[in-house]
């Protein structure tokens, strides 16, 4: 049951006065205060049509022990199309993730990561793991879903990553049934530095966020154990803001005593490359930055004084790395997040029982933190792209890391008048303007959001 903050302020007034700040787990979540609604590339149209989804996240709740997130599991970014003839159609799902407060180090035996969400992004979009489902199958000599006497033999189980890469659209996500999700990074493929699709030269879209190698990535996401989820990029010191940023790596490889023979399962080939299975890697301790679940304990910007926290970890050419994101849980897990399995199941199985306070997304008090633009009146520097600059078809504007605010843009002659303007949404990262239609010369373009205004002369030449 959920109760307007008045009722419960008395409750929470000694916990509140003393925040200064508002807690990481409740403040980053992109919420939707403007019913802005989605855009979808229907294939073969390279202009995405506007659908009536809800995008980003519809509320924050929370109460001492639990932040309620409900969303419907749309980004703001434009969507599809899929390529692989995915029969999964993209719509809304009635999704409440319900993220622990004080998450507690599991001392048990690993919880692993299993089909399905089992975590969520910021912006309400669910997280999925490395496994699409299928495994090989010796009887049929192909990759079969389900798993032993419903499939595939589940001795080699397969990669999504790899084997549905043709099926992601430009933000590297897809559908399962209707339910959109990631299974990796979600950094637009064109933001790569090498890249493994051209889906976006097409249907041109962004991501989550930007990679930033000169800064520490931001908070994307939560797992379902409470502990949060970064970008690829943490400092060189995991408890030394001071220390550098680097990428971080994962401490696993591919095996080699694989060479090109699986036992009951397919030669190493063309066909069924090495990573091709979950089954080609091992984990090796101390090979990398991060342990076996994907994951450190050090401190972030959002957690000065230091928690565990999982990478989405890609390699130097900031392609997705095994294992991704999550391997497996370092805490214990919130299991209503999971979705009921079995056909026609989605959403999660969180019901709130408990009271709760309905977040304001106004009365949201980040810290100042030069990583995020957040918390400081000149929000924005640095932190905007423009390019090509001169330019003669088109301008672009990037923003690096997560766009946390609306950002309005106007583009104005040098005589004041204003000749093009657009929003970059909040959740996308990422705007184009065609400007063939302008004259040769020197134009202002405005940038502006809640948290400050930048303004850069733009050449327009031919």
Same mark, same amino acid.
């Given at each position: ?60 709740? @929370?109460?001492? =022990?639990?932040? /309620? +997130? ?8 434009? *969507? %599809?199309?899929?390529? $692989? &003839? ?116 097409? @249907?041109?879209? =962004?991501?989550? /966020? +930007? ?8 908070? *994307? %996401?939560?797992?379902? $154990? &409470? ?236």
């Amino acid at each position: 049951m959920r109760f307007p903050l008045t009722f419960l302020f008395a409750a929470f007034s000694v916990w509140a006065s003393a925040q200064s700040v508002t807690p990481p787990e409740m403040a980053y979540w992109l919420q939707n205060t403007d019913g802005s609604t989605a855009r979808q590339y229907i294939q073969g149209n390279s202009t995405p049509i506007a659908q009536n989804w809800l995008v980003n996240v519809q509320q924050v709740e @929370y109460s001492n =022990d639990f932040v /309620y +997130v409900s969303s419907k599991g749309i980004p703001a970014y434009a *969507i %599809g199309p899929y390529l $692989d &003839g995915n029969p999964g159609g993209t719509g809304e799902v009635d999704y409440i993730f319900q993220i622990p407060r004080n998450p507690a180090p599991n001392t048990g035996n690993i919880t692993t990561t299993r089909l399905g969400q089992i975590g969520v992004f910021i912006n309400g979009v669910p997280l999925f793991d490395w496994q699409d489902g299928a495994s090989y199958s010796v009887a049929q000599g192909t990759d079969v879903r389900g798993g032993p006497g419903g499939g595939g033999d589940g001795i080699w189980n397969r990669n999504a990553i790899l084997a549905e890469n043709i099926g992601f659209d430009c933000a590297k996500g897809h559908p399962a049934r209707d339910a959109y999700h990631h299974h990796q990074n979600p950094q637009a493929f064109n933001a790569d530095l090498a890249l493994l699709s051209n889906i976006c030269d097409v @249907y041109p879209s =962004d991501g989550l /966020y +930007v990679l930033d190698s000169a800064r520490h990535s931001p908070l *994307i %996401g939560y797992a379902f $154990d &409470g502990y949060p989820i970064y970008g690829a990029f943490g400092y060189s010191n995991a408890m030394d803001a001071s220390s550098g940023i680097q990428r971080m790596e994962p401490s696993y490889q591919l095996r080699g005593d694989i060479g090109t023979v699986r036992n009951n399962g397919p030669a190493v080939s063309v066909d069924f490359p090495l990573g091709w299975y979950y089954e080609d890697f091992e984990f090796m301790d101390g090979l990398g930055d991060l342990d076996v679940h994907n994951g450190r304990f050090c401190i972030t910007p959002e957690y000065p004084n230091g928690t565990y926290a999982y990478f989405a970890t890609v390699d130097e050419n900031w392609n997705s790395k095994f294992p991704y994101v999550i391997q497996s849980y370092y805490g214990m897990v919130e299991a209503d997040n999971f979705a009921q399995m079995g056909p026609g199941n989605s959403g999660t199985q969180v019901a709130i029982s408990e009271p709760t306070i309905i977040q304001d997304p106004d009365s949201v008090v980040f810290p100042v933190n030069t990583t995020t633009g957040l918390g400081n009146l000149n929000g924005l520097e640095g932190l905007l792209n423009i390019y090509p600059n001169p330019t003669s078809e088109f301008i672009a504007v990037q923003r690096l890391g997560v766009n946390y605010d609306d950002i309005a843009l106007s583009l104005y002659d040098m005589e004041g008048k204003l000749v093009a303007q657009d929003i970059i949404r909040k959740g996308s990262t990422l705007w184009y303007l065609d400007i063939r239609r302008l004259y040769n010369g020197q134009y202002v373009l405005e940038m502006s959001s809640v948290r400050g205004k930048l303004r850069e002369k733009v050449l327009i030449q031919r």
